[in-house]
């Protein structure tokens, strides 16, 4: 089940492939989607939801009230919400400790240049639902809106049975700070928030994950809204030295293969011993679960390949760019400094992904495909836009005219050159009369 492989055998190489391809007949589908949203508003919501999940609502009811969200605090257990409490504060703490500012700086001619910072005004996110439940994954997109300062968040989650939002999802919204929630998913929530309906506002950026329908959406509509990352199978990449636990080890690879039958989980270890022992650990943690055909499918791409040394694994990993890369070896701060492309670094024996998941406080929603090569965690930085200003004093706009009239004349672009000109014909007409009166 966990196959094991030398480094340098071909096949390690293969490991570094993963396709981000999208079945045409998806893109067509989500593109009729969007357009029937777009084209019948509140109306095709209500059909669509009735279609895909099976739900019947009238536009009235798409919606969720008030008395819906107070209900959802009866039905949670009060260690949730205490869970809830910790995980949104820790989550807020991290995200608020590097928050950018507008900025300006002043030179010696009179010129000011700098940026402005302002959040943006109206974020959707996109929590997962139906018969699945995310809490976490409402913090971890809502808050760190909240720290940049959105004005207003709007929630789209897929109905459950009857119409019913899970009460852990509504409890964890109201805690993170989300404005409005709506009882719509799939690629026509997406459609919704971008455009907006007769209910459902128009927002200015999308997050969240989704399925392939929900991220062929986020593709087709950014443009006309932003969008976060799209989001692909999740992953993981262990290294560990001799020191690791083979029964933690196999747990952390199982912990990320249950996520999806495509996910990827992949051990590097400079130890044979610990190899054949994390894949006898795996058999057994697999058979103790279930054997649920999901995991058994992902783990049909996990592999354990023994390498030479740490250095050995660690130039490996920056090449596969994982979403999560576990250092369990002896000295992990020592390797921290070599990771170049890693969506998330957890260090040592008790840092797990899942409490990266839920409650360590950095952001769980990560780059996946290898894209951790030129992409982020979502952030702060995520929900604000920067603004440039410029203000030329005359006398630093007389130092750089030249140079800027030679550089239009480069390019081409007369009416550029003009736009200079006349201000330089300008500010010698005024220093001409100037210098009349003042004699």
């Known amino acids: 089940m966990l196959r094991i492989l030398n480094f340098g055998d071909p096949e390690v190489e293969r490991l570094l492939d993963r396709e981000f391809s999208f079945p045409e007949e998806a893109v067509r589908a989500v593109e009729a989607i969007i357009a029937r949203v777009r084209a019948e508003g509140d109306a095709a919501l209500c059909a669509l939801t009735a279609q895909f999940d099976r739900v019947a609502l009238a536009p009235e009811e798409l919606e969720v009230q008030e008395e819906e969200i107070t209900a ?9 919400l205490s869970a809830v409490r910790l995980a949104r504060d820790r989550i807020f703490a991290f995200h608020a400790s590097r928050i950018p500012d507008t900025w300006q700086e002043r030179h010696a001619d009179g010129a000011v240049l700098g940026q402005l910072v302002r959040a943006v005004a109206r974020v959707g996110v996109y929590v997962p639902g139906g018969r699945a439940r995310y809490p976490s994954s409402v913090l971890m997109n809502v808050v760190p809106a909240r720290v940049a300062g959105v004005e207003e968040i709007v929630m789209v989650t897929p109905p459950g049975p009857a119409g019913k939002i899970d009460p852990h999802v509504l409890v964890a919204a109201r805690e993170a700070g989300v404005d409005r929630i709506f009882r719509v998913g799939g690629a026509q ?17 999308i997050v969240g994950p989704g399925n392939l329908y929900v991220t062929l959406a986020k593709r087709a509509v950014f443009g006309s809204v932003g969008i976060d990352i799209l989001a692909g199978p999740s992953e993981v990449v262990v290294i560990t030295d001799a020191t690791a636990d083979p029964r933690c080890v196999a747990a952390d690879l199982l912990a990320q293969a249950e996520h999806d039958p495509a996910a990827r989980v992949l051990l590097l270890t400079t130890s044979r011993e610990i190899a054949t022992r994390v894949r006898e650990e795996v058999n057994a943690a697999f058979t103790a679960l279930g054997e649920p055909a999901a995991l058994r499918e992902a783990l049909r791409f996990a592999a354990a390949v023994v390498v030479p040394d740490v250095a050995t694994a660690v130039a490996y990993a920056n090449r596969f760019a994982p979403e999560h890369l576990e250092l369990i070896v002896a000295e992990p701060f020592a390797w921290l400094e070599k990771v170049k492309n890693a969506g998330a670094v957890f260090l040592g024996n008790y840092a797990p992904v899942p409490m990266g998941d839920y409650i360590a406080g950095p952001n769980h929603v990560l780059p996946t495909g290898g894209t951790a090569r030129f992409f982020s965690p979502l952030g702060v930085e995520d929900f604000l836009k920067r603004t440039n200003f410029t203000f030329l004093s005359p006398e630093a706009f007389a130092k750089l005219a030249g140079p800027a009239v030679l550089l239009a004349s480069v390019e081409g672009l007369p009416a550029h050159r003009l736009a200079i000109e006349v201000r330089k ?11 009349t009166d003042n004699g």
Not at 425 to 435: H, I, N, W
């Open 189 to 205: 929530a997406i459609a919704a928030l971008a455009y907006g309906t007769e209910r459902v506002p128009r927002v200015d950026k």
């Open 72 to 80: 959802a605090y009866r039905e949670v257990a009060p260690e949730f």
């Open 425 to 435: 014909e300008q500010r010698g007409a005024a220093l001409k009369v100037k210098g």
